[in-house]
């Protein structure tokens, strides 16, 4: 599995790509609501020169043309690592074969069913990013549509990385680490408790306590 950031907050990025735990970064329009229009493109750019690993950059709902233009210009904020995501649609997936012929990556996003995935990859996708929160949210087993998916690729032998976002808490994270060919992408919200236990906490409680006596 490899894990991406989901952020668009330059400090936050800034400190969790000093762990060495992430293969880049995604963001979406949501992640960059509070960044002018105009200021966007060099706020990916910045993002860009502090994660030198891939970069997922979203186009906006447009004509199929409008998104092609952007999607170009998107994928030069940094050439060989941007992936760009495109909202799943009958239009993203016409989308997703232009840009696939012009050697640009694309990633389907906003999926949710096993058949979208499938979609997704026959339509030449780098990868397919599923919504397992709001699934979940839905009522609906999000880990157990990535699952399902999987599946689905590994029968057809698809090539198509799955990224399972929107991710709800550690425990369907760690669910999702157990299912071949899954990446994911999670907040920074949720670093913490991925990092962290009350167990190692007290193991360096005393840690600390032996090193004072010395």
């Known amino acids: 599995m490899a894990l991406f950031l989901d ?3 330059l400090d936050a990025i800034r400190s969790g790509m000093q762990l060495g735990i992430y293969s880049g970064v995604t963001t979406n329009p949501g992640l ?3 960044i002018p229009r105009e200021d966007r493109l060099d706020h990916l750019g910045a993002i860009a020169k502090i994660c030198r690993k891939s970069i997922y950059a979203q186009v906006e709902l447009q004509a199929i043309a409008k998104m092609e233009r952007e999607a170009l210009t998107l994928v030069e904020v940094a050439p060989g690592r941007t992936i760009i995501k495109v909202p799943m649609s009958p239009e993203g997936l016409q989308l997703c074969q232009k840009l ?3 050697n640009v990556p694309v990633c389907m996003t906003a999926l949710f ?6 979609a997704a990859a026959a339509a030449g996708a780098y990868a397919a990013a599923v919504y397992v929160g709001r699934l979940f949210r839905k009522g609906e087993d999000g880990t157990g549509v990535v699952r399902k998916a999987a599946e689905i690729l590994r029968a057809q032998e698809m090539q198509t990385r799955i990224i399972a976002a929107s991710i709800p808490d550690i425990e369907a994270l760690n669910t999702l680490m157990t299912i071949p060919g899954v990446d994911a992408t999670i907040p920074a919200s949720l670093q913490e408790p991925f990092l962290q236990h009350a167990g190692t906490q007290e193991a360096i409680d005393e840690f600390k306590k032996l090193s004072s006596k010395k």
């Open 7 to 9: 952020s668009a907050d």
């Open 32 to 34: 960059l609501r509070d």
């Open 100 to 102: 696939r012929s012009k």
């Open 113 to 118: 069913s096993p058949s979208q995935v499938f």
